[in-house]
């Protein structure tokens, strides 16, 4: 008897037909599918931290990739700067003179040039992020929703915080859109308690800095955790302990070049 190399001899078929096919007999078996099963075992999940120090944090149940918020971080920074230096010159001007004009544009030209460095990132990270999902096979993106960042507390100041906010939505925003055309899902989940929560022992800690430790002794980048979590959230396994040993995450640099604004 010539069987099919997928010929899965203990699964029990759901109707057997014996045919006869040219001068011999032929047996069909037919099988049905598991559709979820197959879902399952051939796609991963991704759980996304999206984090104010790191835009990204990813974890698949295997790996886990910090990507490195590094350069965005310094063009805040610069645009900071920038608002509080031009800010101090036309303080010192009459409102509506030609100088204050002239310094407004100034200002508002700047501002437009690293607000376009800064997406740029953005759009690098998030591209480089979805691509690494689509060589793994994964077909759910799970990301957190945008109430985590204003739990955190600590902005320093106020313009910073707008721009994290900003920054959260426009990672999702682009997260979602790269995504959807390359056929893969994205879920937003509630984040509530997936980075306060152990992911060894089921504990809830808050971490306090940018190390999660925990008093069983498991210890982890703190936005790593956050991934993990909410992968384990969407799985309906939050304070389950992770079955898999984590390996030590893997940091993604954006390779941009420096300019100056
Ligand atoms: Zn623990």
Redesign the pocket.
Known sequence: MNLPKKFNIKKIPAIINLVYNRGQYELHFVYEIDKETVKSESEGIVGVDIGEIHPMASHDGVVTEIFNGRYIRSLYRLRNKVIASFGKKIDRCERHSQRWWHLVKHKWKRIKKIDNQIMDGLHKHTAKFVKLCESRDIGTIVLGDLTGIRENINYGKRANQKLHQWAFGKITQLITYKAKALGIKVEVIDESYTSQT?P??G?RKKPTNRNYA???G?AYHRDGVGAINIRQKYLGLLGQPVAATMASPVVIRLEVRRCSA
């Open positions: 152990c060894n022992c504990n925990c008093k069983c498991f």
